[in-house]
């Protein structure tokens, strides 16, 4: 495998996933506006950055033992689909942006684990 190949493989899922989490930061902005104090509008706040909380601490255990991220990755793709199939915004472009991402990952993931022992050893 190229050494590019590799850099790209190694990287690809890391910078995505960074990505889409700050992409779902963006949903958490609907706090602000509403009239509400500090303390409310920052518990708010708070309570709409757990699933940005949640990305960052797959990503950081997925960093090093990719095979985690890609099943917790795929997982959380697969776990937003279910709770979201009969709900009124359960649409496919909706499933396709904010479950598409994570399972794109994921498999990125557990291809760089299987793939592990080569990127490593011209690193």
């Known amino acids: 495998m190229e050494k590019p190949v590799k850099r790209l493989l190694y990287w690809t899922p890391r910078v ?3 990505m889409f989490a700050a ?28 699933p940005t909380l949640l990305i960052v601490a797959i990503l950081v255990v997925s960093w090093s033992r990719e095979w985690i991220g890609g099943i917790l990755f795929i997982a959380l793709g697969v776990l937003y689909i279910v709770w979201a199939w009969n709900k009124p915004f359960g649409i496919w472009s ?30």
């Open 23 to 50: 992409f779902i930061s963006i949903f958490a902005a609907d706090v602000f506006g509403h009239g509400a104090g500090f303390w409310q509008t920052f518990l708010a706040l708070l309570m709409h950055l757990i």
């Open 94 to 123: 909706t499933f396709l942006m904010i479950a598409g991402p994570p399972v794109l990952v994921g498999a990125l993931f557990l291809i760089n684990w299987r793939y592990r022992a080569e990127l490593r050893a011209e690193s």
């Open 16 to 18: 995505l996933s960074m």
